[in-house]
Every structure is written in structure tokens, then in C-alpha cells.
């Protein structure tokens, strides 16, 4: 039989081990947005900055943004259920970045039947269904600073109708804040590359963002989408999950 230092090593272990395979799993979409934020740099300074971008420019970021949409190209130390996270992606412009298109986003959407399809909104301020994307989480998060954002999850009603996470990172370019990099994946996929280690843990166990909202988890008292508040309790641990805005929550003991 087991003794209870044995219990609650196995249970460190297997929360340890957890947390390596949510980290993996953030990581790799983080690792595609930061070859789209490089590429996009490249992008918005034409010629050497001699002259403004323009729209057209951003049309070369498509290849790679194509290729992560089908978990193509990444590095091969990236698992399949890491690289098969991502079902959109894309950069999205700061409002006056480009000299022909004061609000502009390059997104990118898989499609079970064929190509990948780009996402249309209306652009136009002056239009009563102006898209205005810098009031988003994903938006405003590396706006004001933040390195890396989680947003979500989310109903994406706008693209997908699915439940949903946005990871995102800033693009900065000669100094300045010149949009975001950023992509979409499932909940569905995301709880399914991390809930086999998450059901190791002996009892309840789950992870929530920044705003302490639940992302996966190995029980029915804590579904996806739930608020999680400590609040100095003791029932829980909390493990943040390296330097991502993520951390693991199980029973303490």
C-alpha cells in the first residue's frame, strides 16, 4: 500500500509533469507567432523604411501563414499534437500603420474542404459594423506591453462559432507598435494535447489564464470558461506555468 509521502510525491510528479506539457503545448503556437511577428517586420519596412507600407506588402506573409494553418514547417522538436494546435492565424495592423488601409488584419482561417480562406471585415469607421479589433483582449493586451497574452476562451462568433483561445505578441518595428501577431485555437484541440497528463494528477486539477479563467481540466466541478478565485484559499495549489500567462491549479496536499 501506498504511504502518504509516496501520494503526494506521485502527485507533485504528475503536476510537475503537467505543467511541462501545457508549457509545450503554449509554446509551440507561441514559437509560430513569433516567426509571423518576425516576418511581418520585414513587411511593414519596405525598402528600408524608405516609404510606408502598404497593404499589398503584407501579402508575402501568406506562405508562412498557410504552412502554421496546417502545422507545416515548424521545428521538429514540436510533437503533432503541439504543431496541430492552430485553426487561425494572422497579423493585424496598427491603425495607421499602412498608407492605404488605416485598419487592416492578414487573417488566415484553416478549411476541412480545401485552401486555407482569409477573414473579410468591414473596415470601414464610418460603417455601422466597423470591425474595430483594438478593443479585443488580444488586441490591447500587447498594445499596452504585455509579451505574450492569452485570451479566453471564448465563443468566437465572429470567425468560427467555436470555443476558443487567442494567443497574441506585439510587433514592433523601428521602435514603434506596429500590430499583433496572432492565432486561434480550439478549446477542443488544446483540452486534448494537455488532459492526458492533467488526469494523472490525483484529484481536481485545471488550468486557468491570467484572469484566472478556466482553460482545461480533469473535473466537472471546474469546466472550461468557469472563474477560478483564490482568494488565500488552502484547498488549492497554484503553479504558474513558467513565464506564460498560465498556471496550474490542484488540490493541495
Request: with cysteine.
Given at each position: 500500500m501506498s504511504t502518504p509521502v509516496s501520494?503526494?510525491?506521485?502527485?507533485?510528479?504528475?503536476?510537475?509533469?503537467?505543467?511541462a506539457r501545457v508549457r509545450e503545448a503554449a509554446e509551440g503556437v507561441f514559437e509560430a507567432l513569433r516567426e509571423?511577428?518576425?516576418?511581418?517586420?520585414?513587411?511593414?519596412?519596405?525598402?528600408?523604411?524608405?516609404?510606408?507600407?502598404?497593404?499589398?506588402?503584407?501579402?508575402?506573409?501568406?506562405?508562412l501563414l498557410w504552412a502554421r494553418l496546417r502545422?507545416?514547417?515548424?521545428?521538429?522538436?514540436?510533437?503533432?499534437?503541439?504543431?496541430a494546435l492552430?485553426?487561425?492565424?494572422?497579423?493585424?495592423?496598427?491603425?495607421?500603420?499602412?498608407?492605404?488601409a488605416p485598419w487592416y488584419l492578414e487573417w488566415w482561417q484553416e478549411n476541412p474542404s480545401g485552401a486555407p480562406v482569409r477573414l473579410l471585415r468591414n473596415m470601414d469607421p464610418a460603417s455601422s459594423a466597423f470591425y474595430d479589433?483594438?478593443?479585443?483582449?488580444?488586441?490591447?493586451?500587447?498594445s499596452s506591453g504585455a509579451e505574450r497574452t492569452v485570451c479566453?476562451?471564448?465563443?468566437?462568433?465572429?470567425?468560427?462559432?467555436?470555443?476558443?483561445?487567442?494567443?497574441?505578441?506585439?510587433v514592433v518595428a523601428g521602435g514603434s507598435f506596429a500590430g499583433v501577431a496572432a492565432a486561434d485555437v480550439f478549446v477542443r484541440r488544446f483540452e486534448g494535447a494537455v488532459l492526458p497528463a492533467l488526469r494523472e494528477i490525483p484529484g481536481p486539477a485545471f488550468l486557468v489564464n491570467a484572469e484566472g479563467r478556466v482553460v482545461a481540466s480533469n473535473t466537472a466541478s471546474w469546466v472550461a470558461g468557469s472563474v477560478y478565485r483564490d482568494g488565500g484559499s488552502a484547498a488549492f495549489s497554484v503553479r504558474p506555468v513558467g513565464d506564460l500567462p498560465l498556471s496550474l491549479v490542484t488540490a493541495a496536499g
Open positions: 501520494l503526494a510525491q506521485a502527485g507533485h510528479d504528475h503536476a510537475a509533469a503537467a505543467v509571423v511577428r518576425d516576418a511581418a517586420v520585414a513587411c511593414v519596412r519596405p525598402a528600408g523604411g524608405a516609404r510606408r507600407p502598404v497593404a499589398a506588402d503584407l501579402a508575402a506573409l501568406r506562405p502545422g507545416g514547417a515548424l521545428p521538429a522538436h514540436l510533437p503533432a499534437h503541439v504543431t492552430i485553426a487561425g492565424i494572422g497579423f493585424i495592423a496598427a491603425p495607421g500603420l499602412l498608407a492605404d479589433y483594438t478593443h479585443w483582449d488580444w488586441y490591447a493586451g500587447p479566453g476562451p471564448y465563443v468566437d462568433y465572429l470567425c468560427t462559432d467555436e470555443y476558443s483561445l487567442t494567443l497574441s505578441v506585439p
